[in-house]
């Protein structure tokens, strides 16, 4: 079974930081693009940055200059520096991965999947 778990969000002061890890785990053959969202109170999910195999990265506009995503292949796992937090990036912050997942009979499924959110508070 593939499982995607998210750590390291919580309670933050305006302008401090936080790094998110996202950890895919499991049967996997291959991961393709890595993602990051987040859904605040009452507004929809939107996509915060982006990974994708060769390593290219995108981070949409609201984190631009601030927040910045990584990998390590060998751990799966995918990160994301919040820098200078501010009340605004108040949100559940999910993992998003596209990958291939290996069936019990030795073949390829590949999967997008998310994992279960962490909480990342931004207040004084």
């Known amino acids: 079974q593939v499982q995607i778990v998210e750590s390291g969000g919580g309670l933050v002061q305006p302008g401090g930081s936080l790094r998110l890890s996202c950890v895919a785990s499991g049967a996997i053959s291959a991961i393709y693009g890595q993602y990051w969202y987040r859904q605040a109170p009452g507004k929809q999910r939107e996509l915060v940055a982006s990974?994708?195999?060769?390593?290219?990265?995108n981070i949409q506009e609201p984190g631009r200059g601030r927040f910045t995503i990584s990998r390590d292949n060998d751990k799966k796992t995918v990160y994301l520096q919040m820098n200078r937090l501010k009340p605004e990036d108040t949100a559940v912050y999910y993992c998003h991965v596209d990958l291939m997942r290996i069936l019990d009979n030795g073949g390829g499924q590949r999967k997008e999947l998310w994992g279960q959110g962490t909480q990342v508070t931004v207040s004084t």
């Open positions: 990974i994708n195999p060769d390593g290219r990265t």
